[in-house]
């Protein structure tokens, strides 16, 4: 690595450390020189590329300063409402800079394509950049299999009305489940029913006896870091439903919105045990980066190509967001923002573990583990009336997000529970946010 890579890697680590505060001066180019031991050009050459990623600025004839970070000051001030509720990322850690270079390389290296109406299936650029990168979750795909969309939403939504192969209409969905994508079913009166899963698992019987004789289209599952349970499959149930789409002709349809987040090591997707291609791999951006970005990728087996893009039609996702992406992927940015945030979420997770345990080993509230990389389900006793424990909590200023809405209005086995996120929670609130819930739900339904 040349000298002025080193400083410069230095420097952004300190930034992102606090080593240096939003409007703080930096070392002068002399000082700096003397202190990494390199000459002054050195030192201006990691300055000057500093500068271009927006990370500092310069004031003639006064010195070098670091940007100050949106939402600076609002962010100063200690948060006094403790988010338990949101599903989106933290936005103290969205890469704001690091994004907005990409977005200013983006129109440098594409210029004039940038203004075209692109291709249905995504930035051909982007997709091949994809191959390697989903090669790395064992999903391992050609670019022409690879369908650019905006958010994974819109795979949802054109999977559930497109028609499939085998010939099915009804879709399969866990329960609990993704609330918008349930609620989306319902209103387009598309044929679905539900399976039952738990903290423990799916009864992989039951799953076979659905996909033999219910004219199942495709089974929707997030086998890994399921929303709201927090838990994944495991090794033989992620085969075991891999075996049964290829014997019965069901597709699987597998979102894996949670694949860059979490410490798993060597987690195969159902993607990679099934060999005849009846599984729809969908992975998400928005969780990574920023919700904004609205990009997503689509996994598409060759039977499935032609109806998908029938139904997608047109080149309806920014190209300007799929370029910077592109870049962003390709400079390294996103693999060093995937363990930034995987180290704030660790560290978040393991707060929460710990306050509580308490209420775990007295027997009287049950979660799901911690097994999540966000979410964890909070299993409340049947006694408790959930819609006045939310009320009592928000009084508060506490929000949480009740079980309920994660089941079909149909499905009447709902368990009780509250889905507890950590993507918005401060570190330093989650020990007397705990403590304020296990307070409300000793008055139950009062």
Known sequence: MKKFMSIQSDLERKLQEGHYRSGEKLPSVRDAAKMY??????????????????????????????????????????????????????????????????????????????????????????RHRLVSHLADHQVFAHAERIVVTSGIQQALEILAKMPFPNGNRTILVEQPSYDLYLRFLEAEEIPVTGIARSASGIDLRELEEKFKSG????????????????????????????????????????DDYMADLG??????????????????????????????????AAVLPGPLLDAFSAHKRYADTSLLSQAALEVYIKNGMYER????????????????????????????????????????QLRLPQTVNVERLTQR?????????????????????????????????????????????????????S
């Open 263 to 296: 410490e798993e090591r060597g987690f195969d997707p159902i993607y990679a045990y099934n060999r005849t291609a009846h599984v729809v791999y969908l992975k998400s951006f928005s969780k990574i980066i920023f919700p904004g970005l609205r990009l997503g």
């Open 393 to 445: 909590l928000a009084a508060r200023k506490i929000s949480v997000m009740p079980g309920k809405p994660f089941y079909l209005s149909s499905w009447m086995e709902r368990e009780k529970f509250l889905r507890i996120s950590i993507s918005r929670a401060q570190v330093e609130q989650i020990p007397s946010g705990v403590e304020a819930i296990m307070e409300e739900i000793r008055r139950g339904g």
């Open 37 to 126: 031991g390199c000459s002054i050009s050195t030192i201006i050459r990691a300055y000057a590329e500093l500068e271009s990623r927006h990370a500092i600025y310069s004031i003639p004839q006064s010195g070098y300063y670091v940007v100050e970070k949106p939402g600076g000051q609002e962010h100063a001030v200690p948060k006094k409402d403790i988010d338990f509720a949101s599903a989106s990322p933290d936005v103290d850690a969205f890469p704001y800079l690091d994004f907005q270079h990409c977005l200013n390389k983006a129109i440098d290296t594409y210029k004039y394509h940038l203004f075209t109406y692109g291709e249905p299936k995504g930035l051909e650029s982007l």
């Open 337 to 376: 923002h995937k363990r930034t945030i995987s180290r704030k979420y660790a560290t978040r997770l393991n707060v929460l573990a710990e306050a509580l345990q308490p209420y775990v080993n007295a027997g009287w509230v049950h979660t799901s583990g911690v097994s999540s990389w966000v979410y964890l």
């Open 215 to 254: 004219g199942i289209k495709f089974f929707y599952t997030m086998s890994r870091y399921h929303n709201p349970l927090g838990t994944s499959y495991t090794v033989e149930e992620r085969k075991a439903i891999a075996s049964l789409a290829s014997k019965y002709d069901v597709y699987v349809v597998e």
